[in-house]
């Protein structure tokens, strides 16, 4: 017979947190709670994932396996870059930028400058790639004997997905909410319960209140082979946190930790703010993100990966960017009270006003 299931992603974050309490306190619905584990959340997320277990019940935990691309892409290496490499590469236009719904793809410049080595050149999201003068053999074979010796799957999604793709996601290329949310639900949810003949309502805890996009959604859709269910879409931020109360149930601690959001930490959306305080915080989040930085790098063909976009992707990379996080406006000068606020962290910071 065909059953509903209503199937909640969980993120650990407090609007997932407050649909899960409002459909199983108040609704009194059988939700199905899913989260997609990226392995890079904070351990408190971890920690808090079991402490909702513990008040609501199970929840399904998921992970991208990215074994099998990165042995196709070792394969790949092996046979292709040596000869990509030793290629000289004509100057050329190229984005990052991903078409999705709210953007659509710009069309390519026209113009072409004189002199093909030019650097630093922008038009709108396109960016000027210089030529480069093809490598020698003995360069190449370097690179592609680097690239090997990581290109190995280590079992953690988000720096597995990096080595394969060797870079980071970024904001105009956020290919890891696909790969590491929505292609795994897809995959190891979905299909299994529509094989099985189900009939599949996705509930989303997106909310009006937080981007224009999100404004325009409405509250129930047909999605692709499922439909889709968004019951917080006209709360407010305080009703989020007013239903952990009502029903006796602690949000994300990370929340009096100084964090907006909970999510990958850090995620590649990060503010200047949110850098901030996770380098104050967290600094053991940092030196991670910089040791996957010197990993993918090696699985790069230019040697160049920095989670957050840095020139030709080289410098000191996130480290860079805490230092930038220091600064006045404007990115330049060492803001003192900044300096002082990042050694003397207080115990308790809210920007919900979760503190007492
Ligand atoms: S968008 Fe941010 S939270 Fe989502 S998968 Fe990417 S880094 Fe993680």
Not at 130 to 147: D, L, S, W
Request: with cysteine; hydrophobic share 35%.
């Amino acid at each position: 017979m065909n059953k509903t299931v209503n199937v909640l992603s969980v993120s650990g974050g407090k609007d997932s947190a407050a649909m899960w309490i409002y459909a199983t306190k108040e609704l009194d619905v059988e939700v199905l709670p899913v989260f997609a584990d990226t392995g890079h959340e904070h351990p408190l997320t971890y920690e808090y994932l079991n402490y909702l277990e513990q008040q609501l019940g199970p929840i399904k935990r998921v992970k991208a396996d990215f074994t099998e691309r990165i042995a196709r892409k070792r394969i790949y290496v092996q046979n292709h870059w040596t000869r990509k490499l030793t290629l000289d590469v004509e100057g050329h236009w190229y984005t990052e930028r991903i078409e999705d719904d709210e953007t659509e793809r710009e069309p390519v410049p026209k113009w072409e400058p004189e002199d093909k080595a030019v650097e630093g050149l922008k038009i709108g999201g396109w960016i000027w790639q210089p030529f480069q003068k093809g490598m020698t053999e003995t360069e190449a074979t370097f690179v592609v004997e680097r690239a090997l010796t990581v290109l190995h799957p280590t079992g953690i999604p988000f720096l597995d997905l990096c080595l394969w793709k060797g870079r980071f996601p970024s904001t105009k290329a956020r290919f890891c909410t696909q790969f590491l949310k929505v292609e795994v639900i897809q995959e190891q949810v979905y299909e299994p319960l529509l094989l099985e003949g189900n009939d599949i309502v996705s509930w989303q805890g997106v909310r009006a209140e937080e981007s224009r996009a999100r404004a325009n959604l409405p509250e129930r859709e047909d999605g692709k082979g499922f439909s889709v269910y968004r019951p917080l879409i006209h709360w407010k931020v305080d009703d989020v946190f007013e239903m952990h109360r009502r029903h006796g149930i602690d949000p994300n601690p990370l929340y009096k930790l100084g964090m907006g959001r909970v999510g990958c930490m850090p995620c590649i959306n990060c503010s200047k703010s949110e850098l901030f305080e996770i380098a104050r915080r967290f600094p053991e989040e940092i030196a991670r993100v910089a040791e996957w930085e010197q990993l993918v790098k090696l699985a790069s063909k230019r040697g160049a990966a920095t989670f957050f976009p840095t020139a030709h992707g080289q410098g000191n990379g996130i480290h860079e960017w805490v230092d930038w996080s220091k600064t006045s406006y404007g990115g330049k000068q060492l803001d003192l009270v900044k300096a002082i606020e990042f050694e003397n962290v207080p115990a308790c910071s809210s920007a919900y006003g979760l503190c007492e």
